[in-house]
């Protein structure tokens, strides 16, 4: 079985750090046993935790560094940092590395060794779950220059293509900015034409680059000129290797069965579940990757949780399998009663919720331990979200429902 890994860019808390610890007992002790009592059989550790950008900070944090001590001293468990992000943030690893010396790798930088660079050693970990891809895609949601997840995805994709894998970006919400024509910024690097040389160095080993960019984002953030009644929407602002379409595109390339990184994400190898799914759950074979999404930001502070909801409904129409999960501050989304004036111009996220449940290949779920650090209930209306714990939570992420395809399941941050 291939490593389950994870791809951590943002400051990881101790919540998180928590349930990730929790889930990892759990996927020893009621997915993989064997693992306990035979853990040198296998060749690759059972999970490989990515950390880069401020994720890094948690290596040092009074509040986190106990949690990683926990993870860490489970078996078969890596952990890979960026030793570009280390310097840049002049964290040091030497008493950690001390104490775990076979569990800790800092890869160097590009210049010094390129070859095992941070972002090829993730490449190659992820392309291990599909080992006939010849793509590795990247989902962008954060605008550039005060963002630096936009520079890890150009670096991660030009990673790709130095393993001869065709580099995909698909820019969602924010995210599309990284398309915009003519960027002149001062202090950092040109993202826009980041992805054009992106685009020259894959085209020069024959490989090529594919940038998608959903039209609902693009129009609301005045990308959208023109739109020749086939769905093909022109833009003036945008790069030219840009294609602005509909979210179904990208969706459609999330049915196919290559690695998809995002900024803070998984991959995870296939455990196929025993128990039977609910009725509600498809009962088509498909040859797509299932996916769990984690929405885990309040519901009307930024539009990453309806966002999420629209990548989730819009993934299950097209028959990917698709379970969503409320985690940490996701789970208001589902507290309360929230009320809506009639003309106001936001979705209500529980009548979104309420509306797409019991929908085929897809499924809602609120992580209870979550509501419960908050002092909150779920709202009883919302049948439709079954409430779920550590045992729970890690079924869901590490095993795929029987329908599912591929030999792997995405999990996606929102």
Known sequence: MASNSFLFGEKLTAERLSWVAESLKNFFVAIHPDAL?????????????????????????????????????????????????LDLRGISLSSLKMKYPNNISDQNGRQNSYPRSFWRELVRVWRRHETGSGTF????????????????????????????????????????????????????????EG????????????????????????????????????GIVISTCTIEPCKIRNLNVTIDRFRKNHPIAGESSGIAGIARGTEPRPESWGKKESASPSQVIVITRTPYGTEHTF???????????QGIATRVIFLEDGVYA???????????????MQDVIDAASGSENLEFYAHT???????????KQLKGVLDIGTQELAQLLFSAPKNAGGNHQRILFF
Request: contains cysteine.
């Open 37 to 85: 009592r035979h853990p040198s059989r296998e060749k690759d550790p059972f999970f490989i935790f990515f950390l880069t950008g401020d994720s890094l900070y948690s290596l040092h944090d009074e509040e986190t560094l106990p949690l990683w001590d926990i993870i860490l001293s489970l078996p078969s468990v890596r952990l890979v940092c960026d030793r570009e992000e």
């Open 137 to 192: 895609g990247f989902l962008q949601l954060s605008s550039p220059y005060m963002n630096r997840p936009c520079q890890y995805s150009l670096t991660c994709l030009h990673a790709a293509v130095e393993e001869q894998m065709a580099p995909e970006v698909y820019a969602y919400l924010d995210g599309i900015h990284i398309s915009h024509l003519n960027q002149k910024p001062t202090e950092f690097r040109n993202i826009g």
């Open 195 to 230: 992805f054009l040389e992106l685009e020259q160095v894959a085209g020069k080993k024959n490989l090529p680059f594919t940038m998608l960019v959903c039209s609902r984002c693009a129009g609301a953030r005045g990308y959208s000129t023109w739109d020749d009644g086939k």
């Open 307 to 317: 966002g999420a909801l629209s990548f989730a409904i819009a993934a299950a129409h």
């Open 334 to 348: 589902l507290t309360g009663t929230h009320t809506a004036e009639s003309d106001d111009v936001f979705f209500n």
């Open 369 to 379: 331990p979550s509501l419960q650090r908050r002092s909150a209930q779920k709202n």
